[in-house]
């Protein structure tokens, strides 16, 4: 009978054998963190695509972030943070490291025509259309933007320069997040306003020609723009990702939620400021109106109070004091967590971004800073990667076109690929040590000058030719530096100037 089974027959009998629970102990055998319970019921279980959640929320979350960063203190200041560390002061340089035809050399009168014409275009009115920044300004505002909005748009354009080139800033508004179209035969997709290929690259932007909510767009349409004349930066944090998310959207409640507590506390100390008093009235019965001061003009019985003067009460009335008791002992340690909690979310250290050096010491600030800087070496090769270098490749074109720059028989890309970027440097908080540590490392062959000098913002072939020039410079003015006034060599060490310095006392004291 068993050899006459069909596959029929077994999948019946196996139906009819009924199904076991699974132990308590499989259950505990599962992930925690994919439990449902009473405490898991409200964790989010669905799975979207970054693009899916992007095209649900990503108006609201701009709209929130430019709030916050409008009235949130916070905010404020994480922005200031990411100007300061991604841009700097000076703005991120461009030197140009074309070598010679032969041999290894700098072919230096190229690389120099092409950093002066660089800076020239650079200057102000000149490298946007509009002429009202220079590349300075606008690689500050690249960086606010794109960490406020989460992107950054602009296009390039031909301009009345001697260059023949220059940038025209888009607001991200203008890049429709709600313009869809579904692929087709023959037809690319449209995802939030980029056209995308089959393989997900962006061929062309379908951009408003005004901001959609000004009050004079009521004339606006929307018109195609290929992609080769566009720059669309942000950071993806996922695959297959089409518009950029605002840098602070992981603490943006908590920002919001703590400036609102931090608004009731101030309220409140304000109120309890002032404090004051309520005069009350027994039901004694008594038909007497109190008369004190009168009636204030807008028809209230408020007393007008004097240093050291007195109160005169009514038959069968009370003081009663009122003295709201905000904000509470907790307040400042309360706010601390919550900004440390924000901190780490932002990812920058705390100490930064609350101006709280209390408690901390050479150590702790440190070993911060250090985790803080490596995510701001990690958004400047960001700007690098997607802004600088993409800008500098269709000005170099633009610039050798309008023969602003020969190249005579060199390839273009080549020389692209040798323009190099150096973003600004940090000194460190204890700089003698790490500074004798860099020595000793060089000296032992485990780092180079250059190495050093980049993770500064500097570029060793310019150090080392101001050095030079410095040497000329001394050597003419017949000066000898390291020396007194006298011109002898000060070679005595710290210790044996605070020795000679301690016997002197002692001389005195005799």
Not at 197 to 204: E, G, I, T, Y
Request: glycine letters at 6%; charged letters at 25%.
């Amino acid at each position: 009978m068993g050899a006459n089974l069909t596959v029929l027959d077994l999948t019946e009998a196996k139906a009819s054998i009924p199904a076991r629970k699974p132990s308590v102990s499989v259950a505990k055998r599962t992930f925690a963190a994919a439990q449902m319970n009473r405490f898991t019921f409200d964790w989010a279980v669905s799975i979207l695509s970054r693009d899916q959640k992007l095209w649900q929320d990503l108006r609201k979350l701009r709209a929130r972030s430019r709030e916050l960063a409008d009235n949130d203190p916070l905010a404020a200041k994480f922005l200031s943070l990411c100007v300061a560390n991604i841009a700097g002061p000076k703005g991120i340089t461009m030197q140009s490291k074309v070598k010679m035809l032969r041999g290894p050399q700098l072919a230096a009168a190229l690389n120099e025509q092409i950093e002066q014409e660089w800076k020239s275009w650079g200057r102000l009115g000149n490298c946007t259309v509009d002429g009202t920044m220079s590349f300075s300004d606008l690689e500050r505002l690249f960086v606010r933007t794109v960490a406020m909005d989460g992107e950054f748009l602009c296009i390039l354009k031909a301009a009345d320069n001697p260059w023949g080139f220059a940038v025209q800033v888009v607001d991200v508004d203008q890049l429709d997040t709600n313009y869809s179209v579904p692929p087709a035969r023959g037809q690319n997709e449209v995802r939030m306003g980029v056209e995308v290929d089959k393989n997900r690259k962006p061929v062309a932007y379908w951009l408003w020609t005004q901001h959609p909510n000004e009050w004079s767009a009521s004339d606006r349409t929307r018109v195609r723009v290929p992609a080769e004349v566009v720059i669309h930066c942000f950071l993806p944090d996922s695959a297959r990702q089409t518009r950029g998310l605002p840098w602070m959207t992981p603490a943006m409640y908590q920002m919001n939620m703590l400036k609102g507590y931090e608004e009731a506390a101030i309220t409140a100390a304000r109120v309890a400021a002032c404090q004051s008093f309520a005069i009350t009235v027994k039901d004694s019965g008594a038909d007497d109106a109190f008369e004190g001061d009168g009636e204030n003009l807008d028809g209230s019985t408020a007393l007008e109070l004097t240093p050291g003067g007195g109160i005169r009460l009514g038959p069968g009335e009370d003081i009663k004091s009122i003295a709201p008791e905000h904000p509470s002992t907790n307040y400042g340690q309360f706010v601390k967590e919550c900004k440390r909690n924000i901190a780490t979310a932002l990812s920058v250290s705390y100490t930064s971004l609350a101006d709280d050096l209390e408690g901390v010491n050479f150590s702790s600030i440190r070993a911060g800073l250090l985790n803080e800087r490596d995510m701001w070496r990690v958004r400047q090769k960001f700007a690098i990667t997607q802004f600088h270098r993409r800008i500098s490749r269709a000005w170099l074109s633009a610039a050798v076109l309008s023969g602003r720059v020969d190249l005579s028989v060199r390839d273009e890309d080549e020389v692209a690929d040798c323009i190099h970027w150096h973003p600004r440097g940090w000194d460190w908080v204890d700089p003698k040590n790490d500074q004798n540590a860099n020595v000793l490392a060089v000296e032992n062959g485990f780092t180079t000058r250059t190495r050093i000098l980049a993770e500064r913002g500097y570029d060793l072939e310019e150090t080392l030719t101001e050095l030079a020039e410095e040497e000329k410079l001394i050597e003419r003015l017949g000066l000898k530096l390291g020396t007194d006034t006298t011109g002898k060599a000060d070679t005595a060490s710290d210790d044996q100037k605070d020795d000679g310095a301690q016997g002197q006392d002692d001389k005195s004291k005799e």
